[in-house]
């Protein structure tokens, strides 16, 4: 089961700096007055990589991760639902999601994943 990434990130009201997780003063200008945003419409992927020597527990061979920046300028790093990094660019669009990312003595841990939409 899937859901829409549920990412809340703190803008400064001053210098518009995004802040994960929140901070008592932005660490830019110090003031203290957020606005709370959420990741906006679809985002581009700015970077990725795989990771072929995973620790126990995972099932499969290889961890494609990347980060992503959504239109209203959040970014967050997730796993990419893809077959092979061959089929990943940067700059491509991607839906995020928040599903289960792997099992852990039986509980699902949940995290987002990035789908590619090109």
Known sequence: MSAPAPLTLYRCAHCGRLHHPF???CLDCKRRDFDIIHPQGNARLLTYTVIVSLPEGFDQPALILGLAEF???ARALGQIKTGS????RT???V???WETIRVVNGQPIHGIKFEPLE
């Open 23 to 25: 901070h008592d003063r």
């Open 71 to 73: 239109e209203n300028g």
């Open 95 to 97: 839906a995020s999601r």
């Open 91 to 93: 700059g491509m669009a």
């Open 85 to 88: 990094a061959k089929e990943l």
